[in-house]
């Protein structure tokens, strides 16, 4: 019954500090700005100025019909760095000093800041996929199988909001989470199918592109979007020929290790 009592209350605290996070971005316009801003720039700039020179080749399909999911996981996962910002932020500004002051959940803290950014990536996504619809890129599953790959966007995001909670719970300061982030994600959206065909890798990069899960979750987000050509050869590795499966794998392993790491680290920061 206790268990039962604590488990109610870290919900009912998580709520209010996902509010107050979310309230928090609606307060400062800026930040909502920029993240709509973002993805409309990602879109425009691979449909208009690298979608001319690759065409079909190696995708079988309309270039832009290929890109659009691997932007849609390029930029939530570029995204996911915003909650180690500010994470990093209300540590260093003393917010969290505040919180600790208060009778709630130490848990409710890292739970609200992952939960809010959801909804963060929700408006991503709608603005890309509309911007997208305007380039050319159309959704030819169900409507069924299109919001599941948008929630398997979604869930492997916010896996990715655990790991950049980490960072920020070990670093502690805003510009260093940005940084040592940047370093990470940049070469593992990049080194993927995310915006070519990973047959167009040299060996060593093709590999690690194909067990990459950026790729798995773009290759899902392709098929479940019905972008892909069933006469396009399909690269032997396992994680490309079934993605769904490979990338739930990746989630499972990513929340399992980082959600109780980032609140044992926040617990200790707390305590500081």
Known sequence: MAAMTAFSEAVSDSAVITRRNLRKILRVPDV???TTLSPIMFVLLFAYVFGGAIGTQDTGIDY?????AGVFVQTVVFGATFTGYSLAEDLQKGIVDRFRSLPMSTSSVVVGRTVADIGINVVSLCVMSLTGLVVG?????????AIGAYLLILLFAFAISWIMAAVALTVRTPEVVNNASFVVIFPLTFIANTFVSTS????PLETFANWNPVSSVTQAARELFGNVDPQAPVA???????????TLIWVAIILIVFVPLSIRLYQRAASR
């Open 236 to 246: 032997d590795a396992w994680s490309i020929q079934h993605p769904v499966i490979y």
């Open 200 to 203: 167009t890798l040299p060996g």
């Open 32 to 34: 909502l700005v920029f």
């Open 64 to 68: 832009r019909e290929f890109l659009i």
């Open 137 to 145: 890129w159309r959704i030819r599953s169900s409507v069924l199988e």
